[in-house]
Each structure stands twice: as C-alpha cells, then as structure tokens.
DNA sequence: AAGTTACGCAACCGCTGTGTA
DNA sequence: TTACACAGCGGTTGCGTAACT
C-alpha cells in the first residue's frame, strides 16, 4: 500500500511558473512566511500549485538571497573538495556556498564538473603520462614542465608557476604519481587565491586538495560512491574544519 | 533556412527522516 | 511503540534553446 499523495495531482498546475504566479507565492511569504506548512500554502495565497512545487521554487528560484550566474573557482574547489568527501549530498555541499542551492549545485556537478573530470580521465586514465592539458597551460615564462617520464615518479611534486599572487590562471592540474596508480587533483585555479605557491591551513605547499587512486577517481566521475563516508562524522568534522581554515587564509 | 542533436536547467517524483499524537 | 503527516533530499525527466550539419 502505497502513501496518500500530498495533493490531488488532477487540480494541481504543473510545469514552468508563470511571473504571477512567482509574484503570488514571493507575496505571500513575504508577508507571512511559510508558516511551516508548505502543503496548506498554496491555498492560503491562492495558488493551484503543489506544496511541494511551491517549497521547490521558492527555494530554488524566488528567496531572495540566492545567487544566480557563474561559479567562481572557489565554488568549484569547494564542490570538487566536499564531493569527493561526502559524495552526493548536494545540500550538505550547498550549505558550504552561500547563495547557492542544492539544485544548482547538483545540476552544475552534473553538467559541468563530472563533465571535466571525465575528459581528464580519458585523456590519462590509461597513461603514465599526465596532462596534455598542462602543456597548453599559459605558464609564466620561467617555469618549465618536467618530462612525462620524472612526472610519473612519487616524489614528484611540481611546484606551480606563479605570479605574484600565486595565480596560475583558470585550469586545473593533474598530477600522475607513482606510474598513474595515484592521482593528485589539484585545483590551480583564479584569484580566489593569496599567497604564493597556495600554502594551506597547515603550512604546506601545493594545495594538493584531493588524492585517490586512478579507480576511485573514475568511479568519483560516475557514481555516488563517495556516500560510503557519510557515517563518518569525524572524517565530516575535520573535512569541513580544514575547508574553514583554509578560507581565512584566502581572503 | 530547416532539421537534428546536444546541452543546461527548472521542475517533478518518490523515498527517507523527523516530529507528533 | 506505532502510525501518520509533512519536510527535505537526491535522482530523473522533459522542455527550451543553442550549436551543428
């Protein structure tokens, strides 16, 4: 036996809102709030809509502190970062970027971000050489890509080329340690960071975010895996306490 | 210019968690 | 303790539009 619907799915609109009915529901909770009942609502501000449409669009759409257009870097390291930690809670991971809702989170991992690792993955999953990406990489004059060969081995550790920001333009970097069996991600990217050569809350350098082996990364690219952690409260603690830390060092 | 495909995003569906009687 | 109702969440769908042929 199933569970009674919310509404009677027949009386209720469904599809895109029209600009009145976002200007109904937007009045309405601006003089009254939600009142906690999102299923009485739409009938109190003379809506035919779904309390669970309407929760969807004021959320996503009308609050009036949502962010809309692009992502910064930040956000994408922010995003790349929880991911690979918590996996797929998008809210969890949206309550990390101010202004930004789960929904669009989601849909932005979805379109964009798995999009990138994907490629990046096609291009060195079976390889030891890393990054054909890298050597298209704008890189200040006197900095110079190590071989594929010295790139493979463990102790390598790139140092990225910098300006006096510490900006290395809006890429990311790959590196390949120990013939391709263990991947580094490292986000390299924009103006979200001060300080040469990214030091971290812990004083080290690299900013290297994120390690897993050439396996977990694609499966990072095609599953929810990384749910699996979801139990582990203390690894949550020190993820999200490491991602504060190291806030306050770049701005 | 017209048709087709790919993409991005808003919205929906159904399940889970939580509060309460 | 149990059953119920609702909020919240994540996966998925489908529409509008841009890009391509």
Redesign the pocket.
Known sequence: M?????CD?SK??????SPEEDMKLKDYINKNG????????PLKAGLK?????C???W???LRPDIK?GEFSDHEDRLIYTLFSSI?????????QLPGRT???I???W???LK?RLTNFVSINGQSEKPISRLESFNCSSNWSYPSSSSATTLDYNPIPPSDDYGFIGHEEIYHVKDNSTLLMFENGGGNSYKGVDHENARGEYGDSTMEFSLEEFKKLIST?LC?NNTNNNNLNNVFVDEIKAEENIMY
């Open positions: 199933g569970r009674a619907p919310c799915k209720v609109k469904k599809g895109p809102w939600t009142g906690g009942n999102w299923i009485a609502l809509r779904c309390g669970k449409s929760r969807l669009r959320l996503n759409y809309h996996g797929s809670r998008w809210s969890v991971i949206a309550a789960d929904n669009d989601k849909n932005y979805n379109t964009k999009k929810n749910s």
